[in-house]
Every structure is written in C-alpha cells, then in structure tokens.
C-alpha cells in the first residue's frame, strides 16, 4: 500500500474526527434541513450534484493565479490578486453545498469528509492572507500563501475524490441497476393499495409500488442517494420520502424534490391485467 493510502486509511479510522464532526454536522443539518435549502444545495433542482461541479471554480481560480505569479511576472500582478479574489468568493457556495451533501454521511464517509473540510479551510485561510498581503503590495509573500493554500486544497481535493471513486460517495445507487425492458409480472393486483408501498422485484430489481390518486406507480425501490429502501419510507403529497436521510421523489415520474438526493429515482411503466400487475423500465 503506498503512503498515501495508508494515510488515508487512517483518516478513515481516526475516531478522534468524530469529536468535532459529530456537533458539526448536527449544526449543518439543522441549517440545511428545511426542504428548499436542500433542494437547492443539493442540486435537486438540477438534476446533478452541485458541489463537484462548484469546486472547479476556487480551484481553477487558485491554479491561474499561481501559474500567473510564476509565469506572467509584474504585469499580471492584478489579475493574479483578482483571480484570488474570485477563487475565495466562489469558495463560500462551494463550501455550502459540500457540507449540506457531507452532513448526511457516517462513519468513515463522515472522517473522511471532516478532514476534506479541514484541508479547504486551512486552503482558503492561505488563499486569503495571500489577498491581504497582495493587496499590500507584498506580491512574493501573497504568490508564496497562494502556493501553500494550494498544497492544502489539492489534498482537500485528493480526498474528495477518494470520497466519490473509492468510498461511492455521490454514486448514484442506481447506476448498475439492470431494468428490464420486458413486461414483467409483479404482483397481484389487490395487493397494491392506495398510499401503501409495497415492495416486489422484477428480474431481481428491486421496485416499489404503490396506487396514487388511484394509479398504478412503480419506481426503483433503492434510493440513488445512498441506496435507502423507499418501500420502507412514507408517502407526502404526490412523493415519496426515502427512510434514511429523507429526499423526496415524485411518485409520478421520480424526480428529485428535496436532496440530498440530486438523480431522478428510476420510473417504471406499470399495468393492470387479468388481475395481475406488470412492470417494464421506463426508459
Ligand atoms: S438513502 Fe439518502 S435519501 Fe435515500
């Protein structure tokens, strides 16, 4: 194993993270738990993770500024501190939306995310005494912080993205879920009551199934967050809210109505016949 897993190993079983995560996130669930907050940090609304897609601004901002002050020399003094400027406002949604997704992890996902916390903290605290310094024209000095906030948030970096590849943070659960194309039976057709979920598998794929408004819906059964059983969960308007962190998918069609959830949770077609209910994927 190279130096670099094994720390990495470490921080995964460094219980001592848990002391600052734990009132951390409680505080970051409170702030975030209403729905629209979620909804919009999530990326819900989007149809795809925000976070990740933010974290390319302060850190392709940080990078120009560095190779401006190694590459561009007096003249591009200006845009370097303007790039600094820009990578350390666009941090804050960034930050936003990494702790509202972060805030419903456990375990190692939890350390893992806490010390990727810590390491874009410290980035951008250098980030910033580079601007102050830069603004007083102590250039070398501010070209110098910029430098050491960036070694903080490449291994900020380097651990979100162990987070995603390694741990499936952010994976969605229903990537390689094999859908059948098929009508396939299900189950019968008096079983499936109105503002019920029950569970059945069609070609070993878990579905949900419920009667709304007095139609037939089928959805894939594993929450795309995290792989929640949604036939576990609990019908809320025209949605059902997943048991373990609460996102909320439209029965109708899957959509995403509250995060952390970002993916559309699979629909199926569904129908009646004979007395029997038959499913097939959607698309
Ligand atoms: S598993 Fe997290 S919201 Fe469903």
């Not at 001592?16 to 995560?21: A, E, G, P, V």
């Not at 669930?29 to 999530?42: G, M, Q, V």
């Not at 990727?116 to 910033?128: D, E, K, M, R, Y």
């Not at 189950?187 to 009551?193: C, S």
């Amino acid at each position: 194993m190279f130096g670099i897993s094994r720390v990495v190993k470490r921080i995964e079983e460094e219980k001592s993270l848990d002391q600052i995560s734990e009132p951390v996130s409680k505080v970051v669930s409170k702030l975030t738990d209403p729905d629209a907050i979620k909804y919009l940090l999530s990326g819900s609304w989007l149809g795809h993770q925000l976070h990740p897609m933010l974290t390319d601004l302060p850190i392709g901002a940080w990078m120009m500024a560095s190779t401006l002050d190694m590459t561009g020399g007096k003249k591009m003094q200006p845009a370097s501190q303007r790039l600094v400027a820009l990578g350390i406002l666009s941090s804050i949604p960034t930050a936003m939306t990494g702790a509202s997704d972060w805030a419903d992890s456990y375990g190692k996902e939890r350390r893992v995310g806490m010390a990727h916390i810590l390491g874009n903290v410290w980035g951008t605290a250098f980030q910033t005494l580079s601007w102050v310094a830069r603004k007083n024209d102590r250039h070398k000095l501010g070209a110098g912080l910029s430098l050491l906030g960036l070694g903080f948030t490449g291994s900020a970096a380097y651990l979100g993205g162990h987070l995603t590849l390694d741990m499936g943070v952010g994976v969605s659960h229903a990537a390689f879920e094999q859908r059948t194309k098929k009508w396939t039976d299900v189950a019968a057709e008096e079983d499936v009551q109105e503002g019920q979920l029950i569970r059945v598998t069609a070609n070993k794929t878990p579905v949900v199934l419920t009667r709304h408004k007095g139609e037939l819906r089928a959805l894939s059964a594993t929450c795309v967050h995290a792989g929640g059983p949604l036939d576990k969960g609990r019908i809320e308007g025209d949605c059902i809210v997943c048991p373990w962190h609460h996102s909320k998918f439209r029965i109708s069609d899957g959509s995403p109505m509250r995060g952390p959830a970002a993916a559309n949770q699979p629909s199926w077609e569904i129908r009646a016949q004979e007395g029997r209910v038959l499913v097939k994927a959607a698309n």
